[in-house]
């Protein structure tokens, strides 16, 4: 049986950006966060993170619409119960459709708490083995290509396995070859349109074959696989979806289009981890390597993905940079360094991760309990 919780107690937080980052869709400069705490009997059991944005640029979800289908559909089906296994748990709350940020929450929640419970840490309790993950860095459009070749510069410095960046039509090749040649030919170096492009856009798009990228991520729209089949067949760099991939049964469609030759992970976007774990072993059987995307989350958030990157299929350095690289606080009481390009995965039990209540207070502006 899963440990169960009497009471899950919903906080928002809010918490400034080091520096504003920039998208094809939108600026955000403030993460508004949703963190969960599960407690029984009065104390805390676990803690899990919502990663639904403010704006509804990435899914439909937004960290409103998240805590609305938190409060009232989700925590009350399960507060006060434990279920036999995590799948059954996952089947409670399947009768809400999408929300899938929402419901990652409440299933990771519960997966910390099973875990702890046992004594092992999560990474281990979803199959994975690594200690340490191999982490990217990620750089946001700028107005400047001055400053986002002095990023890039700097991040090869710090040793990062990857450099991502942003492109956006009339922000692509140009921006893309000024790194490309200030941080040489070896360096991976991938391309994220978060879905700016339309289909009349590809001959642009091909161009970048020539700078030897790692990926192009999600040139189209999410729900546009043909456009990605059509354009992947015509392209050498591996085409990566991140937004079109939300279900396993999407993964076999694009797959089976030849959309994609790369699939970002995001454990919110699909579900929970769990449903990432399945993804991943889905993706693994048809030869599709994997990365672990990030959502500029806390250190709570953070632990998950470096423990869901733990897997073997997630062989394509992700974004598991410390949280002290981008946000201006954090709730976590941890000491992440990127070392020779990759992060520590936490070893302890559960969460692996110590997470500071009363930074949580200080930073909450509203709250909710569900018992
Ligand atoms: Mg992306």
């Known amino acids: 049986m899963t440990p169960r919780a009497d009471e899950v107690v919903l906080r928002e937080l809010r918490i400034g950006l080091l520096r504003p980052f920039r998208t094809s869709r939108v600026t955000t400069t ?14 805390t059991r676990g803690w899990s993170e919502c990663v639904a944005g403010e704006a509804p640029d990435y899914t439909a979800e937004t960290v409103d619409t998240a805590w609305h289908a938190l409060e009232n559909w989700l925590l009350p089906a399960v507060v006060g119960r434990s279920f036999r296994s995590l799948d059954e748990l996952e089947g409670t709350l399947d009768f809400v459709r999408g929300h899938r940020m929402a419901k990652a929450a409440v299933e990771t929640g519960f997966r910390v708490m099973a875990a702890a419970e046992r004594g092992l840490s999560l990474a281990k309790s979803l199959g994975g083995g690594r200690e340490r993950v191999p982490t990217g860095a990620s750089l946001g459009l700028g107005e400047d290509p001055d400053r986002i070749v002095a990023l ?53 798009l091909r161009r970048l074959d020539e700078l030897s990228l790692l990926f192009l991520e999600q040139p189209f729209a999410p729900d546009d696989w043909l456009a990605h089949a059509r354009l992947q067949e015509r392209m050498a760099t591996p085409i990566c979806l991140d937004e079109s991939i939300e279900t396993a049964e999407q993964l076999a469609a694009a797959s089976a289009l030849g959309a994609c030759r790369m699939v970002n992970i995001k454990p919110g976007r699909v579900g929970g981890l769990g449903a990432a774990v399945r993804l991943h072993d889905a993706c693994a059987e048809r030869g599709i390597p994997v990365f672990c995307g990030g959502m500029f989350e806390t250190g709570i958030g953070r632990a998950c993905n470096r ?38 995965v936490p070893g302890g039990p559960g969460l692996g991760v110590e997470v500071d209540a009363g930074r949580v207070d200080e930073l909450t502006v509203r709250s909710a309990r569900v018992a």
């Not at 403030?30 to 104390?43: D, N, P, Q």
């Not at 070859?177 to 856009?201: C, K, M, S, T």
């Not at 410390?322 to 990759?342: A, F, H, M």
Request: aromatic letters at 6%.
């Open 30 to 43: 403030e993460r508004r966060i949703c963190v969960l705490e599960f407690r029984e009997h009065g104390e």
């Open 152 to 204: 890039a510069l700097r991040a090869v410095d710090e040793g990062y396995a990857r450099i991502k960046m942003k492109i956006a039509p009339g922000r692509d090749y140009d921006a893309v070859r000024l790194v490309r040649d200030a941080v040489g030919p070896e360096v991976p170096l991938a391309a994220d349109a978060n879905g700016a492009y339309g289909e009349a856009d590809s001959a642009e």
């Open 307 to 344: 423990a869901l990157a733990s897997l073997p299929n997630f062989s394509v350095p992700g974004d598991l940079y410390p949280v002290s690289g981008y946000l201006e606080s954090d709730i976590v009481r941890s000491d992440v360094r990127v070392v020779d390009g990759s992060v520590e």
